[in-house]
Structure formats: structure tokens, C-alpha cells
């Protein structure tokens, strides 16, 4: 069917709107690079001080902790001194009267040194009567002074952080002053900052040829792929190489609807070629004798007549047989299934046919052992039976006898029907139960048939989940049978 001018002009505006492969990759992965810059310049300017000066805050008040548990000991002021050393503090340690006893500086940046010691001693008093034993501390240099702020909150300083501690060193109290500078924060959140916008840029570029590469690789399949799949309709289809496993399996479902397209094709060609060649020769031969006998009226004999009633039999056996198959194939059909007794309606059929065609000369005989019952479409089963006997008696041998077998075995049921005709070459075997094929097409008999009734015997058997199949010794006659689970015995 053609697309409407709608539908056309609908698809092309989709075309337009919907973006390709490539687009959806480089936006998606633009979107990335521009939240992740986002959040590290988030945690670089409004967490990066505050984390650093907490971080160094707690360093200053371990380092205090640390030294104080050897405050009564010999090492204390060797133990003040690595440990300043180590976190480059400075450390200040005063005696009751605000003496020094003791001093460490490890850097250069710190205050506490530069204090005099009225100074130390004033901020020693405010720390002990505020309460408070951390002071912010930091230089005016136009008034040349100082100014301690206690530190209560989290918020992030950016100068020197004073710990101020009393404690007891062989008896007398002392106070420890620990001071560490903060104030490089500023200076690295600049470096930092400035670091992040270059570490942008690169990620930008990278995002850009990453991107670029990656939609390519697996675009460009995907369009190929798009250009073959427009020649699928004319059963046209090349293998894009290349590409990722998705890739390879779109090429493979593509290639198997190719080839799927294809043997519909050659089956449809075939189709119209049986059943034209079919149709026409019994039609050809009803019309050019009932021509002739309206002609000639010494023509109109009872077996002229007779020729036009098998050719018509014939002509509806086949159209029968092509309405059966291509609605078994079509999957038209749905099995009606219902338990039913398989023995009974063997017998039934057998002693049918031995009815009908005891005039002719035909011998029909049905074995079974017991009574056995099967859950399938009783409609079906009895046309492969009637199908399986039919060909049975086309080409049964001299003696006209058909000998049907019921046997039992592993919960199957199998119905065996065996002629004493011509049997079939091996070679020729497997080919029996293709559609419209005939072992020799030549042959009077073969010529009677349609060439559907075993592949309508393959496709009910198939549908029933059952089993079939043949045996068969050229000059010693063919047995078909077929097998189904067995229900019950009655
Ligand atoms: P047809 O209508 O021609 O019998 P079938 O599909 O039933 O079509 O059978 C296909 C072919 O298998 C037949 O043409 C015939 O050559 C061969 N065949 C079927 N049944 C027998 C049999 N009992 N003995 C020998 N050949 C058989």
C-alpha cells in the first residue's frame, strides 16, 4: 500500500525532529562532561574552604590532644615539637605567671610568635573567660593590630586558628598555644579554580572526539544496515561488517527475513506453477469433452461422461487439498483437541474402505491389541488415515492388500499402514512429504495424485506434536505410519 501525501509529509517532519545517533551521543555526552564540571566547581567554591579549614581545625585539636596525654612526662616538649613539626604548626607553651617556657615554630605563617607577651597573655585570660579554647586570630596592618574572634561555628576561616590549653606539667599549670595557618585556602581555591576551568576545556575537546569516534562507529553501521534493509523487499540483502554485537544481530534477523522472503517467493512461484499446470489439465479436458459431445451428439457416451465426473472428482480433490494445506500452513487451523478412542476410529475407517472398495477387489485388515484413546482433533487424524490408505491403495501391489497396525510403545500410540506395492528409492524418501512432489511424475498413478496428501499428513502430525515417518524396501512395498501420546487406555 502507498503512504498517503500525509503520511509522507509526517514522516519526513519526524525525520527532521527525530536527531541521529550521533546527535543523541555528542548532546548526551556534553550533558555529562557539563554536570560533572558543574559539581566540582560547586564543591571547589562553596565546600572546598570549609572542608579545608575544618580538616586543619581538627588537625590542630588531635595535635593537642596528642601532646597533652604526655603533659606530666619527661617528653612532653620533645613530643610538642615533632608533633608541631609534623603538621607545621607553631606551638607557644606559658608558664602560671605568662612566662614563656617554651616555644616550637616550625613555620613562618604563624602569628602567636610576632604576639607580645602581654598579647599571649590577654588572649590565654579572654580564652579562659570565655569559655572558649579556639580563637580565629587575625593581623590589621594599617592599625598594626590583632584580632582574636572565638571560633563556635563551622563556617571557614580564612587566617590562623589559635588552640589555647591549660594544663599541669610537674605540678604548675601551664597554657599551651597552638597555632596553624589557614589562610592558604584562598590562594589554592584560586589555583584550583583556575586549574578547572583549563581541566574543562581538555574535557570539552575530549568530549567532542570521544563523542565524534564512538557515534561514528555506531552510526555508521546502522545507516548501512538502514540502506540494505530498503532493498529487502526485493529479497536483496548484503551483510553490513563491522560493528557491535547488537549490529550483528539486527544483520542477522535481517538476513534471515531475507532469506525467509526469498523461499516465500520461490514458494508462491512454485505454487502458481502446480497449480496452474494442476488446474488447467482436468479443466482443459472437461471443457474439450463437453465441447465435443455438444458437437457431436453420437459422442455423449456414458464413458465420455464419466471422464468429465473423475476429472471434476479429481479437480475437487485438488482444490480440497490446496485449501487443507495452506490453512494448516497459514496456521489457520486450530486443533480441536479432545480425548477420543484412536482404536475405534481406525476400525471404523478401515472396515469403511473395505466396504466401499470390496467390488474392486481391495483386502483391508486392522490389528490391535487393546483399545487406546488420544487427546487430538479427530477431524485430522482420521484425513491423515484417509490420506495414509488412499496412497496405500494407489499403490499397493497385485494382491490389493492393506494391512493397518495399531502398536503400543513408551506411551505412544502408532497406527502403521502397509502396502505391498513398488516401495519407494531411498533416495527419494525424504523428498515424499515436500509439497506437490512426486516420486515419478510420469507414472499413470503418480499422475492420478495431487502431490499434498503426505505434506498435509507432515503438517496435522506436526500440529498434534506427534511423530510420522516411513519405511520402505523398492519392490517390497512402503509402510507409513504415524504416532501420537497415547491417553488412557478404555
Ligand atoms: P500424491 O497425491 O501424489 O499421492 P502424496 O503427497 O500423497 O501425493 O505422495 C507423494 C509421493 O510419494 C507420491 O507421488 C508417490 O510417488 C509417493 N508415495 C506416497 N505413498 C506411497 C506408497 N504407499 N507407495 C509408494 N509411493 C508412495
Redesign the pocket.
Known sequence: MKPTAKETANHKKSEKESLTIRGKIFLGFLLVIVVALVLLFLCQVVLFDLIYSNTRINEIRATARHVLLYADDPSFYSELASATAKNSLCATVLNGDGSVAYEAESTHTCLIHSFSSIERQDLAEAAAESGENLFCISYDPVTESYDAKAVTTYAPISSNAVLIEEFTHNGETMTLLLDGAISPVGTVTKTSASLLIVLGGLLILIAVLLATYISKAIARPIAQISKQAKQLSEGRYERVEGGTREVEELNDALDGACRELNKVESIRRELIANISHDLRTPLTLIGGYAEMMRDLPSEVTAENLQTIVDETTRLTSLVN?MLDISRLESGVITPRMQPFSLTDSVEKTVLRYQELTRTNGYRFSFEYTEKVTVTADEELILQVLT??L???M???GEDQSIAVRQLLSDGEVRIE?T?T????EPD?LSR??ERY?????A?KR?A??????????RSVIDLHKGRYG?R?TPGA??T?WFALKRGPSL
Not at 506395492?421 to 519407494?424: D, F, K, L, T
Not at 492420478?448 to 499428513?457: A, D, E, P, R
Open positions: 487439498d490420506n495414509l488412499n496412497n496405500a494407489t499403490y499397493t499402514i502396502d506395492g513398488e516401495g519407494i527419494k515424499i512429504w512432489y512426486k516420486v515419478d511424475a507414472h503418480a492420478k495424485g495431487t502431490g499434498l496428501g503426505l505434506s498435509i499428513v516411513v520402505s512395498g512402503s507409513f
